[in-house]
């Protein structure tokens, strides 16, 4: 079993920046970045697979915005998120995958998601 373990999120304005964290307990394979709105369905916003020169994965609508980056001896990834827009305001939820990568990995573990607030 793997536990997550999120941290960041918050209030910030239109064009500011926020970076989200996500320990894992254990060894995973790929960790993920998920949100999902009031009244919309979760969707996918990134991922990393936590190996040396793992690939990374983003979402069109945050590609150029997002990034991902990793610490693989501590099983944690961050997500900064610059230039934010007031549609980014959702629950962020991070994800954890033994298989599998980007947003077709197979994931099993999800952490307790933390609140980002875009105002305009």
């Known amino acids: 079993q793997v536990q997550l373990v999120e941290s960041g999120g918050g209030l910030v304005q239109a064009g500011g920046s926020l970076r989200l964290s996500c320990a894992a307990s254990?060894?995973?394979?790929?960790m993920g970045w998920f949100r999902q709105a009031p009244g919309r369905e979760r969707e996918f916003v990134g991922a990393?697979?936590?190996?040396?020169?793992?690939?990374?994965y983003y979402t069109d609508s945050v590609k150029s915005r997002f990034t991902i980056s990793r610490d693989n001896a501590k099983n944690t990834v961050y997500l900064q998120m610059n230039s934010l827009k007031p549609e980014d305001t959702a629950v962020y939820y991070c994800?954890?995958?033994?298989?599998?990568?980007?947003?077709?990995?197979?994931?099993?573990?999800w952490g307790q998601g933390t609140q980002v607030t875009v105002s305009s």
């Open positions: 994800a954890a995958a033994l298989t599998g990568a980007g947003p077709d990995a197979r994931y099993e573990y």
């Open positions: 254990g060894r995973t394979y790929t």
């Open positions: 990393a697979v936590m190996r040396w020169s793992g690939n990374t």
